[in-house]
């Protein structure tokens, strides 16, 4: 077979038969037409971008007190809310027929627009026909008290007058601290002002006029609080001083602690106390002269058994007072905080004891009593024991003492006596004991019925030297 050509050739080909084939030119395939697709593309746009807008737009009829934002963005419904409050206005007019006409602005306005725009958004979004012209939304105005005074103070002068607080100052005369009350003030009564702000932006009104009122101005500082820091100031004046252990060695005087303070009233009504620590110092550098001392040695008597029968003298440490570079500065802090009572820090340096053992020792041969101390003598006299019944000899201790009896017993023959107060009793064997004799003067001589005599006034001397528990010694 001769070559055919390939199709789409123009040109003669020649068959086998001697018969010639002219190829016709092959024809174009038709094109499919697109025409609806490119109509629907823009139209396709168009509705993408009112799904978008309605995703972010505010639902129609929605509006924030008196300003509609339907149809806006949350920004800019926020933008309109805030503007709309600072351009609301009233006309406020004092008692004494002035009036002064003032902006939200002028008067610090405030509502939350932000919070109340995406709130408004959250709940009525276009895309939710449901949500469609909801009821309007409320909004709190807040106004600045401090603003408002100072718009309205030069308008209505008469409607201010400042609050005085109460203060707390020392008198010399009393050595108190003493309270001058408070006194409340006056003002445009902010709240007023407010609502009249908060009824012209809601309701939508160009302006409004408001009749001003007063409201009071308490003191900051009330007469109650400085009544109470006085009272602890007071308290404070009563124990100031520095102390060593709980003793308050060094007082300090009331109307000097005083002069070291100085007192402040403050913003928030409260006050406050500073010290001044150079002024302090000088009190510390006595501090040693009053704190330093030597240990006083203290005594007790004893018998011969060691037991202590009574403290003739207590003994007393001694102390020197450690650094005081610091004191000042710290009380300082100490009494800003209310607290007088410094506690010092000192090295303490103990007493001794001296234990004194007492000895009655009665000698019947001379008739004699002889006090002793650690074996010494420090003091006798002539004494009448026992003739009519011996006094028993012996070691023996003080076991009792009273001051006045009646005395009563047997003679030998049997026959009873009773000798009335009799002063002045230590016993301390049985019935046998000292006491006083105010019924004869012989002594030296044996004389009683077994105790042992004396006159009256050594029997008290014995009486009060005489602790319950001493040694007696009797003795020939």
Request: charged share 15%; aromatic share 6%.
């Amino acid at each position: 077979m001769a070559d055919t050509g390939k199709q789409g050739d123009t040109g003669p080909v020649e068959t086998g038969t001697g018969t010639t084939y002219a190829w016709a030119p092959a024809e174009p395939a038709p094109h499919k037409r697109h025409l609806g697709a490119w109509i629907g593309v823009p139209a396709g746009i168009a509705m993408a971008a009112v799904v978008a807008v309605s995703l972010v737009l505010i639902a129609p009829g929605a509006s924030v007190a008196s300003v509609p934002v339907g149809g806006m963005t949350a920004g800019a419904a926020a933008d309109a809310i805030s503007s709309k409050l600072a351009s609301t206005t009233v006309t406020l007019s004092g008692p004494d027929g002035n009036t002064v006409t003032v902006t939200g602005a002028d008067l610090g306005a405030h509502v939350d627009a932000r919070t109340l725009a995406q709130d408004t958004y959250s709940d009525h979004p276009l895309w939710n026909v449901t949500g469609w012209f909801p009821t309007s939304r409320k909004a709190e105005v807040t106004v600045n008290a401090n603003t408002v005074a100072t718009k309205l103070h030069a308008a209505f002068p008469s409607l201010y007058t400042p609050a005085t607080d109460a203060k707390v100052a020392y008198d010399a005369t009393t050595g108190t601290y003493e309270v001058t009350p408070a006194k409340d003030g006056t003002s445009v009564d902010v709240d007023a002002v407010r609502t009249a702000i908060q009824k012209a932006f809601s309701s939508g009104a160009a302006t409004a006029a408001v009749p001003v009122s007063t409201a009071v101005v308490p003191a900051a500082t009330t007469t109650a609080h400085a009544q109470e820091f006085a009272g602890k100031l007071n308290a404070m004046l009563d124990t100031v001083g520095f102390y060593v252990g709980d003793e308050r060695t060094v007082p300090v005087d009331r109307g000097v602690a005083a002069s070291w303070l100085t007192l402040d009233n403050q913003a928030n009504g409260s006050i406050t106390v500073t010290a001044d620590s150079s002024a302090i110092q000088k009190t510390v550098d006595t501090l040693p002269a009053g704190v330093n001392r030597a240990p006083e040695n203290g005594a007790v008597i004893t018998n011969s058994s060691g037991t202590v029968l009574r403290t003739i003298a207590p003994g007393q440490s001694g102390r020197t007072l450690g650094d005081t570079s610091g004191i000042a500065v710290a009380f300082a802090k100490q009494l800003s905080n209310l607290d007088g009572a410094y506690k010092l820090t000192v090295a303490e340096v103990a007493p001794q004891e001296q234990k004194v053992q007492r000895l009655l020792e009665v000698n019947l041969t001379t008739q004699t009593l002889y006090l002793k101390e650690n074996g010494q003598v420090v003091d006798s006299w002539l004494i009448s024991s026992g003739r009519i019944f011996p006094t028993k000899q012996g070691h023996f201790r003080i076991n009792s003492h009273i001051t006045s009896m009646t005395m009563k017993g047997s003679n030998p023959d049997g026959t009873k006596y009773a000798q009335p107060d009799v002063p002045w009793i230590m016993y301390f064997n049985g019935d046998q004991g000292f006491h006083g004799v105010y019924w004869h003067h012989n002594w030296g001589h044996p004389m009683s019925h077994g105790c042992v005599g004396m006159p009256v006034q050594r029997a008290q001397q014995l009486y009060n030297w005489t602790p319950t528990g001493t040694d007696v010694w009797v003795h020939s």
